[in-house]
């Protein structure tokens, strides 16, 4: 396999995706600044019916441009399926009235609002002006968001009680006494002046302000009509996947899949277990010794957040230039704990000029002072290098070759949690899990995944739980029993990802789906090429593709488009 190393000559189709980065950028200012794009960070994103409307008719209008230009080259090719994929689904959402009535635990604007600073630079005083700026307009986009909810309301469509719920008790959280934003401000310390403070302390109480007529709405207006079923159906659950995975899967096989692939990893780890514990030993009485053993333990935030940069730094300073191709910025990456207290590991995107590196977060759980490496050697090869961190900074990394809305905007859930997973058991063909303890911490990573496919989908879907789990058809009740049969973590961590998966459907599943289909792709290249396959030729072409609609990355590898 080849890759293009020279600079790019931009075509017509390069421009039209130019062009809706640019306008998308002015319309979304808060994904502006999540992917690094400047000069929004003192604006913010319109969730009023009619903003979600523009937003949704530049994607219409890309749609149609792209149909009438002619691709000159595979990079083109590529483009055009991509976007017209995305965008495609865009206008879907639009017109099923699901994109009004976005609220779930974790990812919608009741969280993006607050998380979004998690993001902005704040080294300078006009960093800190434009977050007096952005905190100011709260209000308005809350106001625009509650009317969302609403429209979506009257079309019958409103989160399950339980998400509006749980979205009432994290709001109320921001709008009293613990909330987020007056610690935050109080950063900006001697590049404030008095009067920017008190900007920044008005900023404040109107975000505080903004989150209390959530909270009210929620609770009178919102609660009373939210359903109690959590399921959505199979023909909304459909649309949700095509979203997450950027292909359209056969849900049953798939779900059939999940359950023997469940039964895979249970049964590996199980063989893990008598190695590490003794002959007969059961994976929990493994676990147990496992944090017991003060070789796989830290002790504090402060040792967790330094073997997270040390096992990131060692794994890049290994592969770069063996395996991969890590250059440059592409080094660098900020390992952080987060202000948040989630439970949650997450990587964020370099900006686009990589002045903000790439890092990995971890939003530990309050109380939590001990950690496991052995569980989470594998989950910082996840989200740094070979995982997000890699693939991500790759492609911003490729100016000469692709286009903004490549580089930068797409992102495929299925496509990038996949290809993480992927990156997991690929550290492990590499010999960096061969410590049987790391290697349970990784089987112990994948059996997270691979339940969640089984109850993600039975549960929307109304399917029948497998016969070692009751045979009935699925509850959250059943599922929570479930998941905490299957998932070695704390009880806290464990009811939040069961939320999760009730309230964002399609999405859990996407990471497992996502790495199979990336196996897949890999059988197809190294079948196509035969004995003159080689694995680095295959990750870098692949990489330097961007984030793509898995129903696009076999054809976009093989070079077939």
Not at 228 to 254: C, P
Not at 292 to 311: C, R
Not at 423 to 438: H, I, N, T
Not at 479 to 506: A, C, I, Q
């Amino acid at each position: 396999m080849t890759t293009t190393t020279s600079p790019r000559t931009p075509t017509a189709i390069d421009g039209i995706a130019e062009d809706y980065a640019k306008a998308y950028a002015a319309l979304d200012p808060l994904a502006a600044t999540s992917i690094g794009i400047p000069g929004f960070d003192d604006q913010m994103t319109d969730h009023s019916p009619a903003g979600i409307a523009e937003r949704a008719e530049l994607a219409r209008s890309t749609v149609r441009a792209l149909q009438t230009a002619e691709p000159v080259d595979e990079v083109d090719r590529v483009t055009v399926a991509a976007m017209s994929e995305r965008l495609g689904l865009d206008g879907e959402f639009f017109d099923s009235g699901e994109v009004f009535a976005d609220l779930n635990n974790i990812a919608s604007p009741v969280q993006g609002l607050r998380d979004i600073f998690d993001l902005v630079p704040t080294a300078t005083t006009e960093d800190w002006q434009n977050i007096a700026a952005r905190l100011s307009k709260i209000p308005r986009a809350m106001d625009g968001y509650i009317e969302s909810l609403r429209l979506a309301a009257s079309q019958g469509k409103v989160a399950a009680i339980r998400q509006v719920e749980e979205a009432l008790r994290q709001s109320a959280l921001q709008a009293g006494d613990e909330s987020f934003f007056p610690g935050f401000v109080d950063g900006a310390g001697d590049l404030a002046s008095d009067g920017l403070k008190a900007e920044l302390a008005d900023g404040v109480a109107a975000a505080q302000s903004a989150y209390g007529k959530l909270t009210a709405f929620l609770a009178s207006e919102l609660a009373p009509q939210a359903p109690s079923q959590d399921g959505v159906g199979r023909e909304r659950y459909r649309l949700f996947s095509r979203m997450f995975l950027g292909a359209e899967v056969d849900l049953d096989e798939t779900y059939a899949w999940g359950v023997e692939e469940l039964r895979r990893i249970t049964d590996e780890q199980t063989r893990i277990a008598a190695q590490i514990a003794g002959p007969g030993a059961s994976v929990e009485k493994a676990v147990a010794a496992l944090d017991a053993d003060p070789t796989y333990v830290l002790n504090g935030t402060d040792a967790l957040k330094t073997w997270m940069q040390t096992t990131s730094d060692q794994a890049i300073e290994d592969l770069g230039g063996t395996h991969f191709d890590i250059d440059g910025p592409m080094r660098t990456l900020e390992c952080l704990i987060a202000p948040t207290h989630t439970g949650v590991i997450y990587y964020t995107a370099p900006s686009d000029d990589f002045s903000r590196p790439g890092r990995m977060w971890w939003s530990v759980p309050e109380g939590q002072d001990t950690f496991g490496t052995w569980r989470e050697k594998t989950t910082v090869y996840h989200e740094g290098v070979p995982g997000h961190h890699l693939q991500i900074a790759a492609a911003v990394a490729k100016k000469d070759t692709l286009n903004s809305w490549r580089r930068l905007m797409c992102w495929v859930s299925g496509h990038g949690e996949g290809w993480a997973l992927y990156a997991e058991e690929l550290m492990a063909e590499l010999g960096y899990l061969d410590d049987p303890a790391d290697r349970l911490g990784m089987l112990d990573g994948q059996r997270l995944r691979a339940a969640r496919v089984v109850f993600d989908i039975g549960m929307h879907l109304g399917l029948k739980a497998p016969a070692e789990y009751g045979g009935q058809v699925w509850t959250p009740e059943a599922g929570l029993d479930f998941l905490r049969s299957n998932v070695n973590m704390t009880d806290d961590f464990v009811k939040f990802e069961w939320m999760r998966y009730l309230g964002w459907p399609g999405q859990a599943p996407s990471y497992k789906i996502g790495q199979r289909i990336w196996q897949q792709v890999r059988k197809e290249a190294e079948a196509a090429a035969g004995a003159d396959f080689n694995a680095r030729d295959f990750h870098t072409r692949a990489l330097n593709l961007g984030a793509l609609p898995l129903s696009v990355l076999s054809d976009a590898v093989l070079g077939k488009l």
